[in-house]
């Protein structure tokens, strides 16, 4: 990925109880989020809003996939 793809990308709120925002100009076609252990939690389709209320309070990664690449981004999980 260029730099300035890379750049571009946007996720909020971190922390967060509800749900993610993830803004890109890049075209992501799947996404995988994980445990810090790297067990797979949650996956599917990209889309610019990601539910995570039904995940545990921790610190997990989100992966973004175009089928080439691999972006990876932290978050932290809080309780509502």
């Known amino acids: 990925l260029q730099e300035e793809a890379l750049e571009a990308i946007k996720m909020y709120p971190n922390p967060t109880s509800t749900v993610l925002r993830i803004k890109s ?38 992966e973004l996939y175009d089928g080439q690449t691999v972006h990876r981004l932290q978050f932290v999980k809080m309780n509502k």
């Not at 994980?34 to 996956?43: F, I, L, P, W």
């Not at 889309?47 to 997990?60: A, C, H, P, R």
């Open 25 to 62: 100009n890049h075209d992501w076609s799947n996404l995988v989020i994980r445990k810090m252990n790297g067990q797979v939690v949650q996956k599917g389709s990209y889309q610019e809003l990601i539910d995570v209320s039904k995940l545990s309070k921790g610190t997990y990664f989100i």
